[in-house]
Every structure is written in C-alpha cells, then in structure tokens.
C-alpha cells in the first residue's frame, strides 16, 4: 500500500479506538520509514492495520517497533473485548514461532483467582436473549472443525494434534474476531473461539506444558463470557481446576470447580456440572477430605444420570463413563481406598476399550496398578502395568508418561523384585522411544 493509504488506515484505526488526537499522514510514515521514534499507541496500530492487510497476527516486534511479545499479557483477565482479541492471538502466534520459550514460562498458581471471579460475576449478570443465535456459514465451519480436533486428542493425546490446531487457529480463527459481525453473530463466533482455544490449553495441559495451557485456558474463559455461553465457561473453569490439581494447587483447583458450579446455577447443563463435581473430588481426595470426595462423587454420578447425549454440546462429548470413572478411580486412589479405586477404574477400562480410547485406557489402566499396589499384590499391577505401557505407546500424552512413572515410584519398595525389574525394563524401553 502506498504511504497515503498506510496514514489513513491507521487513521481509521485510532478512530476505532477513540484515539481522535493521532492523525498521520504521509509525511508522518515517511518519518517512521526513515527511522524516528513511533509513539505509544501507533505501534499497536499499525500492527492492527497490517494485521488486517495479511490476515495474520503481525506484531509490533515483527515490524521492528516494539519489544517481543508480552507472554504474560494472556495470564490477564481483561475486560476490554480489544486487549483479548490481541492477547489471543499473541499467544497463538508465539506457539508457533516461540514454542520453546513459550513452553518453559511457568505455572502461575494464583493467576486463575481473578479470571474466575470476573467470569462468575460477569456471568450471573447477565440475562439470556430469546430466540435462536444467528451463526455464519464461517462459525459454522469452525465449529464443525472442533469435532475433528477433539477426536484427535480424545483418540491420540494432546501432542497429537497441536500443531496443526494452532495453525488452523492462527490462521483462519483468530483472523475471524478482527472482522465486523452483529451481536448475535459476534457471541457465537466467541462460542466457537473459546472451544478451540480451551481445547488448544488442553492439549498443551495433556502435553505438559502448563505454562502455556493456562494462557491459552485463561483467554479461552474471557471469550466464552463475551459468548454469555455459562456452561461453557464453566467448562473451561473444569479445566483450570484439573491443571491446579494436577500441578500442586488443590485448593485452588476446588475453588475452580465450585465457581463453574455456581456459573451453572441458571443453565441445564448436566454433563458440564458431573465434570465439576469429579474434578473436585479428585481436589477434596489430594486434600485427604475422604468424606468429601465421597459427597462430590456421588453428585457427580447424580448429575451424570440426567445428561441426555442428544442435547449436550459438541465439547461435552468426552464427558462419559470412561472419563469420569477414571477421575473417580484417581480420586479414591490418592485416599488409599484401594477397593472403591479398582472398582471404578475397571468400570473406566471397559468404557475405553469398547471406544478404542487409549489415553483413557492407560490412564485406568494405571490407577488399577496403583490399587493393587496398594493391597500389596504385585503381579496383578504388573499386569495392570504392562497393560499401562501396551495403551500409552499409542498415543502421545505427558499424563500417560506422568502415569506410568507414578506406578514406577510405587513399585519401589518391593526392591529387586522380578515383576519389578522387568516392568522397569518395559517401560525404558517406551520412554525411550
């Protein structure tokens, strides 16, 4: 574009931001061409105005006006719909260029406090609208693109399929919130963003890279309140609350799930609510409150006997025996209740294995090791095991690896034993490969 045309887009831009005062011209782009110094806000802009040309994040680091990006602007929760669109999609375009230094930011353990207030608050004030949403054929299209998505992760492991969803989003979704849309369309292609950003979180949480999941999970909950979507905000909170668990956070992984919970308190979103309840029993269980996991798993279970499969959404599809036996297996193996564990984690393996889900199965088939382990029978978590080791060679997922080393740590005390080398062998072996 020519040096007139690049002074009234940005223009035009500041205009859209209410920066009335800021009024290049050509002269002005020349100046910038010739080296002086681009003032607060007109980087920004101009990587908008580029941004739009390219249909593609262009950064003010890219067009040697700024600093590199921000990586900790996607741990805030803002409210204005702006900054969001360009914190996702700054952390969409780091994943791809700078995934190795995105991948060793830390795991903020506070950072989910905020973001779950602001969307509980947020959310229970709003009023939901009569009528059916109006959706373009292109949020149509990347909501049909979800489904296949969350296959792969289901079926391969979040390491799977992440590159290629990254790209997709990067490319042809956030470029989307850029666009002009009426009201109605606009919350339904938040809808739509939110899933595939919880879901790229997710796969990056499946992929160990906690850093970078809770960026993406925290931005996925901003856009899922712009979508007045409840339950699939509280959907996000589910996965916030597994990751605090997961990293060392219990009590800020309950915290989580009660706030999805609350969240649901206008909304029919039965599977959505028994996720919440087993993902803070397995909080309740590392906090060693046996008598509360023992309440929330039996909520759970209440919850799940309502869901009709029919009019649940896409997302919630994962939502089934096989996965919520296996949290409550993992749930009652971490209070040493051995028996209620192996219970549920038999009932979670022969959910799997009529799905040919191997991260699930795995993960089960895991737990079980565990529960014999802790009745001090060794050849029967050998089996469970080496079953363990047969399903995560299938797939590939950071939990899988985390499982099996779990059973390894709980073989040590029966020393050199046989059964022991040997599953230690099987499972070098894998790790190895």
Known sequence: MSKGELARRVRARALAYGHRHINPDATAVRRWLAGQEVRTPLPTLIADVFSGHFGRRITTYDLGLGDEPDLDRPLTYSPSWAVTVESVTELGRADMDRRKFLAAAPFAAAAGIGP??????NTLDQEPEPGRRVRLEDVMSVRNMF???????????????RLVLTEYMNQHVYPLLRRTYSENVRRALCAAASEQTYLLGWMAFDDGEHGTAQRYLIQALRLAEESED?????????????????????????????????GLARANAPACLADLWALEARALAVLGDGTGTARAVNESELAFSRVDRASEPEWAKFIDGAYLHGEYANAFRDL???????????????HARAQNRARRGAMSQA?????????????????AGVKTLDL?????????VEALHDVQRRMVPFGNHPLVADFNERARVLLAA
């Open 147 to 161: 489904g296949a998505f969350q296959e792969i992760d289901v079926m391969q492991g979040g390491g799977s399929g």
């Open 336 to 350: 040493d209740q051995a028996d209620d564990a192996a219970e549920h984690a038999r009932q979670s393996i022969t």
């Open 230 to 262: 409840a339950p699939l905000g509280a959907h996000v909170l589910a996965g916030m609350a597994d990751q605090a668990t997961l990293t060392g956070n219990p009590q800020e992984g309950q915290r989580l799930a009660q706030a999805g919970r609350h």
């Open 116 to 121: 779950s207030r602001d969307w509980l608050l």
């Open 367 to 383: 737990a079980l090791a565990v529960s014999h382990l802790q009745r001090r029978d060794l050849e029967s978590a050998h089996s």
């Open 392 to 400: 995560a060679r299938r797939v590939k997922s950071s939990r899988c």
